[in-house]
């Protein structure tokens, strides 16, 4: 032990780093906060295309965007073919998934500030196996944007299993942003695209 005492005298700051990577290893929430450091920077953030001047062949035929539906907490259907006309703002995320836990401080952020626009719907999509556990997290946190479950299955043009995965719509329902992995929702720079979108007619 006394041993044990004097390496560490000497070595501290070894053992200070080796016990912050086990943390980080072996805690969601820890691995959460590196990232949301990361994110911070806005360095992955994506940007929302800009709209077409000119018709343009969609690399994504509208039908398959049409059939995605997610259930409500009181058991509703909601169908993106139903939200033409609005902005709709899509995330996929998990419960256990750390780069979803490095976001979502910034999607409530996000939510908190534009819930009250009636042409923007958010459809934040839970992929947990036991919804519970999603739900658990959101209350946990204090997070109130909507817990949302797909009904049905998922199109490849939405989500192709990379977790998280956002997704943003303009009114014709066509997508005008996709990003698989995580990014901060909370930069002025992206309520200004979010605007944008909104005031287009």
Do not use: C
């Given at each position: 032990m006394e041993k044990f005492k004097i390496w560490l005298r000497k070595n501290w700051s070894t053992a200070l780093l080796?016990?912050?990577?086990?943390?980080?290893?072996?805690?969601?929430?820890?691995?959460?906060?590196l990232m949301r450091q990361i994110i911070s920077t806005g360095l992955m953030n994506s940007k929302i295309e800009?709209?077409?001047?000119?018709?343009?062949?969609?690399?994504?035929?509208?039908?398959?965007t049409e059939n995605f539906?997610?259930?409500?907490?009181?058991?509703?259907?909601?169908?993106?073919?139903?939200?033409?006309?609005?902005?709709?703002?899509i995330n996929f995320w998990a419960s256990w998934c750390p780069p979803c836990r490095a976001e979502f401080p910034s999607i409530q952020t996000f939510y908190v500030r534009f819930k009250s626009n009636k042409d923007l719907v958010f459809l934040t999509v839970n992929l947990d196996e036991q919804t519970a556990l999603g739900k658990m997290y959101l209350e946990k946190e204090q997070f109130t944007v909507p817990f949302l479950v797909a009904e049905?299955?998922?199109?490849?043009?939405?989500?192709?299993?990379?977790?998280?995965?956002?997704?943003?719509?303009?009114?014709?329902?066509?997508?005008?942003?996709?990003?698989?992995?995580?990014?901060?929702?909370?930069?002025?720079?992206?309520?200004?695209?979010?605007?944008?979108?909104?005031?287009?007619?």
């Open positions: 080796v016990s912050i990577f086990i943390v980080l290893l072996v805690s969601p929430d820890a691995k959460a906060w800009e709209k077409e001047t000119e018709p343009a062949v969609e690399s994504t035929p509208l039908s398959s539906s997610v259930r409500n907490d009181k058991g509703e259907i909601i169908n993106t073919s139903d939200l033409k006309g609005k902005v709709v703002f049905g299955s998922i199109p490849t043009a939405f989500f192709n299993g990379s977790l998280p995965t956002t997704v943003v719509l303009d009114r014709s329902g066509k997508i005008r942003m996709h990003h698989a992995g995580m990014a901060d929702y909370s930069k002025e720079s992206f309520y200004q695209e979010i605007n944008q979108l909104l005031n287009e007619k």
